[in-house]
């Protein structure tokens, strides 16, 4: 989880340099806005999918287990309503942050206008914090989740 947190850290930190890049014109190691975009959206669409991933391998890990040691459904209930309230969220900011790198492309052959990006680019990021916060709250509910499970395995062996 340590790896989860460091990634949204770093993903959101890159962003949001990357949105003062495009204002103010400056280089981080030789690296330009544009240059920069591509890092900070590769970072944040991987950090995206490690956290999708993960919550849908631990997902699966807790179904098998329930069904193995014939536990309450309740268990998998509660990682089926942690998923339901974070992936729509996660995937509307994934969609809202991609659209604003294409359109970054947009702005830089003059096709649409810089204000669109830049209104479209705040969107997502200030969205991506609700989902920062989302997340947190879906790692720590899921990780009582597995305790709870653990000690109710511990109990039948």
């Known amino acids: 989880m340590l790896l989860m947190y ?36 590769i970072l944040y669409m991987f950090t995206q999918s490690v956290v999708m991933f993960y919550l849908i391998g631990s ?37 809202i942050v991609g659209t604003a790198f294409v359109l970054g492309g947009g702005v830089q052959t003059k096709v649409i206008s810089k204000y669109w990006h830049y209104c479209i680019f705040y969107f997502g990021l200030f969205h991506y914090l609700k989902v920062i916060l989302l997340q947190h709250k879906a790692l720590t509910d899921n990780a009582i ?12 062996d």
């Open 6 to 41: 460091t990634l949204m850290f770093l993903s959101f930190i890159t962003i949001f340099v990357n949105g003062f890049q495009w204002i103010f014109r400056f280089d981080i190691y030789n690296a330009n806005y544009i240059s920069f975009s591509f890092i900070s959206t």
């Open 59 to 95: 997902g699966k890990k807790i179904k098998e287990l329930v069904i193995e040691y014939k536990l309450d459904k309740v268990f998998y209930e509660k990682v089926i309503e942690i998923k339901r309230v974070l992936f729509p969220a996660l995937t509307i900011n994934m969609l």
């Open 145 to 156: 989740i597995l305790s709870d499970l653990g000690k109710k395995i511990n109990l039948k």
